[in-house]
């Protein structure tokens, strides 16, 4: 199917199709072939579409298309609002505009309000008014009380991985947004999973909404592989692949901040240019970091699950799993780094005694048949501990026990605690 069997206008076309294949798309992908169409019909929709699906240049499609066929309005007059979770997603959201809007005769003035970093650029940047605006609820919420901007004017509203929105706490900057705003618009609501406070939002904040389920399965240019590796032997076994696949990049996930900043050491002592990306970052790094890494002069991103979405990374070999997710659907999020617009990927995951019961679980959920490997020379020695409830989220509880637990067992071994 050719992008021109989207609906899209023949006077936008052509420029548009010059930036989408400067993005790698030579051919709508399936959220791409139902979303656009009913996007510009200017139908509410509801879209759970796995991570990688290319959602962002679905909506960001729409968008430019209603920007160029409107007449120019001086001073320019926000009417497009994309709300997403994260800073780096806002930041890729705007390169997303910038990309394929680069051919348009007339192009938005897209302004990124994240927080982290001062807000008088941002303010100073939407003096004149601004077309596109894609933020993170906290810094609009500031720029709102700033007055530098007004919400009385949009006319679609996209809400950009709106599961993680909630996830990190944004409900109440949502609503007051959403009080903002005018009843009468388009919504776009996009989300990897649906559950009961996604349905919530999208019953108060949509109008008879078409919901499309794009699959959530891992793609099957993915291959997937898992090893049972003892713990302290991840470190041997990952340098071990690095070596054997010969991987000119990749991003390894891990579970904690600790844990990333003790593996990039030992990756750098190996002589493996590594570096670690994760929340608690100045924004400056964060943003040096993953262009580094983008342009190739970093060879191994570690990264918690801050990386999990939103984060484009073109011709992403391979991602690895040194921790496994505590949630399972951060699974799918994870491994959709690589494999994306129709490249093949890899994705490993190391499974110790510890975590076997929770890898067990996320190939329930996600219907998985990825057979754990053995590898000769790191065959595990470790005896899985008893099984242990799961979470409401689907989380192992007990998964990390308390010090007083490693006290308890120190003792009992005849070891100090670490």
């Known amino acids: 199917m050719p992008f021109s069997s989207l609906g899209l206008s023949p006077y936008v076309l052509p420029a548009l199709q010059q930036g989408l294949q400067q993005a790698g798309y030579h051919e709508p992908t399936p959220v791409q072939q139902q979303a656009v169409p009913l996007s510009l019909q200017g139908r509410d929709l509801v879209v759970l579409a796995p991570t990688g699906s290319g959602k962002t240049a679905a909506y960001v499609l729409s968008i430019l298309q209603q920007f160029f066929m409107a007449p120019a309005r001086r001073p320019r007059v926000l009417e497009q609002l994309v709300l997403v979770p994260t800073r780096e997603l806002a930041l890729q959201v705007a390169d997303v505009f910038t990309t394929l809007g680069r051919e348009l005769a007339r192009r938005p003035h897209v302004v990124c309000a994240v927080g982290g970093v001062s807000i008088n650029p941002q303010m100073m940047a939407l003096r004149g008014g ?6 993170t609820p906290g810094r609009l919420l500031d720029l709102l009380a700033h007055n530098a901007l007004s919400l009385r004017q ?13 996830e990190l706490g944004f409900g109440d900057e949502l609503r007051q947004i959403l009080a903002e705003l005018p009843v009468q618009r388009q919504t776009l609501l996009f989300s990897a999973t649906f559950p009961a406070d996604i349905a919530a939002l999208a019953a108060a904040g949509l109008r008879d909404p078409q919901h499309l389920h794009i699959g959530t399965q891992a793609p099957v240019e993915i291959e997937q592989r898992a090893f ?6 991840r470190v041997a076994l990952l340098l071990e692949l690095l070596e054997e696949a010969q991987w000119p990049q ?7 901040i ?36 983008r342009d190739g002069e970093l060879r191994v991103l570690v990264a918690t699950d801050l990386a ?16 496994l997710p505590r949630s399972p659907a951060d699974y799918l999020h994870r491994i959709g ?43 595990p020695r470790q005896v899985a501990p ?28 005849g070891k100090p605690a670490d």
């Open 337 to 379: 780094r690589t494999g994306r617009a129709g490249e093949k990927g890899q994705a490993v995951s190391f499974v110790d005694a510890a975590s076997l019961a929770h890898w067990r679980l996320i190939g329930k959920r996600h219907r998985l048949e990825v057979a754990l490997e053995q590898r000769p020379g790191f065959e």
């Open 386 to 413: 008893p099984a242990v409830a799961a979470d409401g989220n689907g989380g192992i509880k007990g998964r990390r026990p308390s010090r007083k637990d490693r006290l308890r067992a120190a003792a009992a071994a």
């Open 258 to 293: 600790r844990d990333g900043e003790r593996l990039a050491v030992a990756l750098r002592k190996a002589d493996v240019h590594a570096q670690v990306l994760h929340g608690q970052l100045a924004q400056g790094r964060r943003v040096r970091l993953l262009q580094d890494f």
């Open 250 to 256: 990749l991003m390894v996930f891990v579970g904690s």
């Open 130 to 135: 601004a077309d596109v605006v894609v933020a």
């Open 228 to 233: 049972h590796v003892d713990s302290e032997r």
């Open 308 to 323: 999990a979405r939103g984060i484009d990374i073109a011709r992403l070999p391979a991602v690895v799993n040194y921790d």
């Open 154 to 166: 949009v006319r679609r509203l996209v809400l950009d991985e709106a599961d993680r929105l909630l």
